[in-house]
């Protein structure tokens, strides 16, 4: 999710040339606010994929960094561009159709207004999924440490991590994380308001003037299992044991200094816990 000041959705669009060549477009994710626009399309040979246009300037920076970002890290729960294609406006990402749901799917309206359905919904993706088995859940938590250890082992940070970016295919019961188009080289200092959900923000990411490094990795993947593991959406009704509980406050710890310095390090603690 970015800064919708900065970029506004487009919604409504004709179907860009590049995508409709690839095949009949069944779904359109058009009110995102990263300047992208979406597509689920089926190929002639009846295979689906998600074809990921940029709109906005922002939009085509975002693609070109997810760019980077796949060709420095590979994971199987990591979904990667098959292709990459052009138009006038920028990169077109081509991945493979992942079946099930974004845990939380953040919209905006034209306007920029967000039309999210709430977290709370118990309707929502998020809700089903704090009523799955701990089994699962857990196992999902342990994906997404997963992915990321290779993510930190390769210099990124993974900038805008939040529950937008894990597709949970309950058939399967398998996390598969997408959208890590902010994520980029740490440390750096921040020149600009970072995107990205709030209750997922390290300190160091508000403001500006600030390092960024891997250590605010290890916070939002402390934020990410304290959010995944509970019952609720106001943190009330943990699920998990204590020595679990223990390895998330060092990590989230405000100075970055008391946290684990590495994800594999907040991997290692988190699999003695558990
Ligand atoms: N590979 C995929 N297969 C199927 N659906 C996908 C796939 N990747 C993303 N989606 C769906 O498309 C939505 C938008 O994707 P994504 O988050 O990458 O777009 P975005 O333009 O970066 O949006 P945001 O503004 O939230 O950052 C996701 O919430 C998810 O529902
Ligand atoms: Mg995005």
Redesign the pocket.
Known sequence: ??DPVVSR?VVSRPVPEVVSRLGAVF?V?DQ???????Y?VRGADGV???V?VARTAT?AE?LRRAVQVHTAVRHPAL?APTQVLADSEGPVLV????????L?????GPDGVPTSQPRSDPGSPMARFRRLPLDAVRRAVDTVLDVHQVVDEAGLVAV?LYD??F?YDWDAGAL?V??A??YRPGPFVTHEQL?GSRRFFAPEELGTGQVVDRRTTVYRLGRVARLLMDAGDTESAWRGTQAELGVIARATQPEPAARYQCVRDLVAAWRAAS
């Not at 939380?104 to 905006?108: L, N």
Request: glycine share 14%; aromatic share 12%.
């Open positions: 999710m970015s959705p779904r994710f995102q606010d990263s300047g992208c626009v979406s689920g689906g994929c998600f990921k939009g975002s979904v991945y493979p159709w992942v079946d099930g749901d974004v939380y799917h953040a919209t905006v805008d937008g970016c597709l598969h997408i959208d188009d902010e995107p």
